[in-house]
């Protein structure tokens, strides 16, 4: 079946400029989550939804990160004002449902933002 | 100490070597442990999963020391196609699941040459 897809792959802006970035979770996935990864680093966790709500947000870097995920389903990842900073690969996964230890997460192939 | 710390490598090793990844954690809480495996330019991918005291798949081996907080991952007889990077990760929710946040180490580069 269809896995977890992202878009846009790729996004240039520059520095000061709004970026939404999309996360389509596989079907039937009840949880979702949203990681960054920098170069030469291992994912690290930004939120969590469980259904509509945001279970756990405390990985936002700041008030300029701001996701939603308003039908349980679609997330969209939303930053203001971008910074050269936020430069990163950021990745989406989803699971079945968040509870249980046989749990897995299955990550997109995330989008690549580059700020100018 | 940070959450999850691995030795960043890079390991090189000839095909049909035996090499082995070390990863130590601080939440003593955690109950499953987890390597991924990431391609160059490419989402992770579940390796393996670890609840008990290790977990054996074909040429890979996770083995996991609760007292010491240490897990590891042993590749037999390496083959091209396993050079990647494997992702030590251990879950940061609440009790120790999987339950939301997964914590990720920093990765371990392996590259196997002909």
């Known amino acids: 079946g269809a896995g977890v897809s992202q878009t846009p792959s790729n996004k240039v802006t520059e520095k000061g400029k709004y970026v939404e970035l999309r996360c389509d979770p596989i079907?039937?996935?009840?949880?979702l989550y949203w990681y960054r990864q920098s170069l030469g680093q291992g994912p690290e966790f930004l939120i969590y939804f469980q259904g509509t709500g945001a279970a756990d947000d405390s990985g936002l870097p700041n008030d300029r990160f701001f996701a939603v995920r308003p039908e349980g389903s679609v997330s969209t990842l939303k930053i203001q004002r971008t910074e050269r900073g936020d430069s990163a690969v950021y990745l989406c996964?989803?699971?079945?449902?968040?509870?249980?230890?046989?749990?897995?997460?299955?990550f997109g192939p995330g989008t690549r933002l580059t700020v100018l | 100490r940070k959450e999850v710390e691995q030795d960043p490598g890079p390991f090189n090793v000839p095909e049909g070597a035996t090499v082995a990844f070390n990863c130590t954690y601080s939440n003593s809480a955690s109950q499953s442990f987890f390597w991924y495996r990431q391609d160059c330019r490419k989402e992770p991918k579940l390796l393996m999963s670890v609840y008990s005291s290790g977990n054996e798949d074909g040429r890979f081996t996770a083995q996991l020391n609760r007292a010491s907080q240490y897990i590891s991952l042993l590749i037999r007889d390496s083959k091209l196609s396993d050079s990647a990077t494997y992702l030590c990760?251990?879950?940061?929710?609440?009790?120790?699941?999987?339950?939301?946040?997964?914590?990720f180490g920093q990765g371990t580069i392996l590259t196997v040459h002909p």
């Open positions: 079907s039937g996935h009840t949880a």
């Open positions: 990760v251990v879950p940061s929710g609440a009790g120790g699941t999987s339950y939301g946040k997964l914590t």
């Open positions: 996964a989803s699971s079945l449902s968040p509870a249980g230890l046989t749990d897995t997460q299955y």
